[in-house]
């Protein structure tokens, strides 16, 4: 649910087939939230309902520092970002 690592792998040129070195960019969960307890005897089952659903902590600092502060979206991922990312994965999408 909330990756740790994102490899990038860039191409030079327009329409090259020249691929960079992977790049590895680390996202490490918060170390102070902790699953909560289970019923469930097996001690391996996370107190999560996602894998790493820890990592929504940040989101949900964000969202309360939006409210704390009377805004209406956040200045770090604005609407107008998010509807350019849906445009985008739409056009991808044309092309499959």
Known sequence: ???????????????????????????????????????????????????????LAYEAAEVNRCFREGLTESPSFTTAQCIDILRLITEIGNYA
């Open 1 to 55: 649910w909330c990756p740790t690592t994102v490899k990038v792998t860039k191409m030079t040129g327009l329409g090259s087939q020249k691929w960079s070195e992977p790049e590895l960019y680390e996202f490490p969960l918060p170390a102070d939230i902790v699953a909560l307890k289970t019923e469930d005897a097996d001690a391996s089952t996370p107190g999560f309902n996602f894998c790493n659903s820890q990592g």
